[in-house]
Every structure is written in C-alpha cells, then in structure tokens.
C-alpha cells in the first residue's frame, strides 16, 4: 500500500500517513545537507547492529551520532523557522563539526574499522 506523504501548507512538517515530522531546513546548502543525511544514515544503521549485538555503549554513541545530525538538519531542538538566518547556520556548521569528530582521522564516510 502506498504511504500517503504531502508538506503542510506552511512548509514546517512533513506529513507521512496522518502523522506530522518536521522537515529539514531548507536554508542548508546541498553539500552540507548530503552530509548530515550520511551521518543521520550511519548512525542508524549504527543503532540497529548496535541493538542486533546487544552492545549497549555503541548502541549510545549510534544514537549520539543520529541525534546530533537531526539537530544539524533542523528535525530537533529549536524549530529553524523560529531561529535567524546566522543561528540557522551556526546550528548546522556546529553539528556538522561535532559528528566529523566523531571519526577518526581518515575515516571515509560509509567505511568501517576491522
């Protein structure tokens, strides 16, 4: 069955069968906004092995991780339509900067440790 999606009138949420999410600030550049969504992306996928392995302190950083880039997106915290152009961008700059730290150096996204 086909998931009913559609913005509301004022662009803030995302509907998505009946239930409203907020949706990305779109002031966030492309380039930065791929970012977010691949650390949002690993970190899921993080929290899911993570659980499946029963290790509850990488279950804890995945989640960092995925609460860290909702933030940058604008999907948590304070609503990006309430915050000016430069809190918009010090939210996604800053985010962005905590979850590179989160890699170490020369870690590619998508790749993992052996």
């Known amino acids: 069955m086909a998931r009913e999606v559609h913005p509301t009138d004022d662009g803030h949420w995302l509907v998505v069968d009946g239930r409203r999410w907020r949706r990305q600030d779109p002031a966030i550049p492309e380039e930065e906004a791929a970012r977010l969504r691949s650390h949002l992306g690993r970190g899921r996928s993080a929290t899911g092995a993570a ?3 029963g ?4 279950e804890a950083a995945a989640r960092q991780r995925t609460g860290l880039a909702k ?3 604008g999907e948590r915290g304070t609503p990006w339509w309430e915050q000016s152009d430069a809190e918009r961008r010090r939210r996604w700059t800053e985010a962005l900067a905590r979850l590179d730290a989160l890699d170490g150096p020369g ?3 998508g790749e993992t440790r052996d």
């Open 71 to 73: 933030h940058g997106l």
């Open 107 to 109: 870690d590619v996204a």
């Open 55 to 58: 290790d509850a302190e990488a």
């Open 51 to 53: 659980r499946r392995a």
